[in-house]
């Protein structure tokens, strides 16, 4: 594949405690990295991601808290029951299940996103580009009028 | 077959008692294959009432679309009960208003299946201990009724209602859950792009008439999600983005909420097979939470609850 994997990576705004951590994902992130930020994995709705595989994303990271430094309490856990089966899903459909990855992420981890981000992008350059479920037609550039 | 008298009896009696203040059972429809839902709410109609294999709707939708506080009767099948108990565990209906008449169910005969051997002209239709006898204009048909059963009834693991307030008839031995299991893990065990191939081919026929979500018990959201305009949750239009986020998402919004009951792909006028989404939900559900939809009225589904004992498992 000559281009890079197209990541959408949902993130808990909890999550990241290290500010140069947050500093890098907030505007230094690589351009084929494509950053939705929620208040809590909570609200990450199986339908965004839905969204960003018809999209054309090569892979869906979710990044969250520990299971017992959610910042709603339950937050986290409640959403990891509903992903994981919307993975599992998603494969028994025909999006693999190796394209979405969760990472539990410590307060005081420090530079452990990037690690992972770069793990995972290695991972899906061998999987290849998705080419299941991507259907959504494509926004024109410049918005819908345009 | 239960006793058609005994039901009306018992109908007869409820309102007749003022247990409950409607009945909502089936009537003959336009056409001897589709008999209709019908909402009995005085003695003198219940004459009407018919019970038989080709009752194909899921009674259970009408729960949430009478109000709240009514007292509703209903026939319910193994699995409409099931649905009850559902709409009762997601407070949709206290069970002190509902009459459950319990009919142990000997399966739903799929319209399409005897379309597909006898033609559509079909005048009459006798059914007798298991053996289906078709009359059509010109011939004479016999069948046995497993032949004709829906897909998901062939599958049915409680086919007898487990709450209902009477039970009219025989109580039927439960069915086996492996026959199930069977059909969803072969069809995990195929390649990702016969997966996919399979679902692109169903979901295409789609033309987005929702009549899956109408006929859907647990389908009950004042606004579903594909009738939102702003923000635009999903392509509303009958296009392949939009058809398969419908399929994935309408199946998934009944993961541990789903009874297996089959109205929505008897409801499908493109025949489109949609209950094996349904279905892996489902044995994902038992799989791993142990849990299965509509056994009781207090148990609440997986999705609903939260225990730290699952750090064990997602931290693997």
Redesign the interface.
């Known amino acids: 594949m000559s281009l890079k994997p197209k990541i959408a990576l949902f993130q808990c705004q909890w999550c990241l405690y290290s500010p140069t951590d947050q500093e890098w994902v907030d505007s230094q992130l690589p351009e084929n990295i494509h950053l939705i930020k929620t208040p809590c994995t909570g609200r990450i709705n199986p339908l965004y991601v839905l969204n960003a595989v018809q999209g054309g994303a090569d892979g869906v990271m979710i990044s969250g808290c520990l299971p017992e430094q959610c910042h709603f309490k339950t937050g986290n856990m409640a959403a990891r029951r509903q992903l994981e089966e919307f993975n599992d899903f998603l494969d028994y459909i025909g999006y693999e299940k190796s394209r979405m990855r969760f990472v539990w992420l410590d307060l005081q981890d420090r530079g452990i996103i990037q690690k992972r981000l770069a793990q995972f992008e290695k991972d899906l350059e061998a999987l290849g580009q998705a080419s299941n479920l991507v259907t959504r037609v494509k926004v024109a550039e410049g918005g819908q009028n345009a | 077959m239960p006793d058609l008298n005994a039901i009306k009896a018992e109908a007869k009696r409820l309102l007749a008692e003022g247990v409950v203040e409607v009945v909502v059972a089936f009537k003959p429809g336009d056409t001897p294959l589709h008999p209709q839902p019908a909402f009995f709410t005085n003695v003198d109609e219940v004459e009407n009432l018919v019970y038989d294999g080709l009752c194909q709707n899921n009674l259970a939708t009408f729960l949430t679309r009478l109000p709240k506080t009514k007292k509703v009767g209903m026939l319910v099948r193994g699995c409409e009960n099931r649905s009850v108990n559902a709409l009762v565990v997601e407070k949709q209906k206290s069970r002190e208003n509902l009459y459950l008449v319990g009919i142990p169910c000997e399966g739903i005969i799929d319209w399409r299946k005897i379309v597909e051997r006898a033609g559509e002209a079909v005048l009459a239709v006798n059914e007798n201990n298991y053996v289906v006898e078709i009359e059509t204009r010109d011939e004479h048909f016999t069948f046995s009724k497993n032949e004709l059963l829906h897909d998901s009834c062939l599958r049915c693991v409680h086919p007898t209602p487990l709450s209902a307030d009477i039970l009219i008839g025989e109580a039927l031995p439960e069915g086996n859950l492996a026959i199930a299991r069977k059909a969803v893990e072969e069809?995990?065990a195929q390649t990702?792009?016969d997966?996919?191939?399979w679902?692109?081919k169903e979901a295409e026929r789609c033309i987005r008439c929702y009549a899956c979500r109408e006929a859907c018990p647990m389908c009950y959201c004042t606004e579903c999600?594909v009738d939102h305009i702003e923000p635009r949750?999903?392509?509303s239009g009958a296009?392949?983005?939009g058809m398969?986020?419908w399929h994935?998402?309408r199946?998934?919004h009944q993961?541990a909420r789903c009874t297996d009951c089959g109205a929505c792909e008897r409801a499908c006028p493109m025949d489109i097979k949609m209950t094996y989404?349904t279905e892996?939900?489902n044995h994902?559900m038992i799989n791993?939470y142990n849990f299965e939809a509509g056994l009781d009225t207090q148990t609440l589904p997986?999705?609903a609850t939260?225990?730290?004992d699952?750090?064990n498992r997602?931290?693997a």
């Open positions: 069809f995990e990702i792009e997966k996919y191939a679902f692109q999600f949750w999903t392509e296009t392949p983005a398969q986020g994935i998402v199946a998934f993961t989404l892996k939900l994902d791993k997986p999705f939260v225990t730290l699952d750090k997602f931290m």
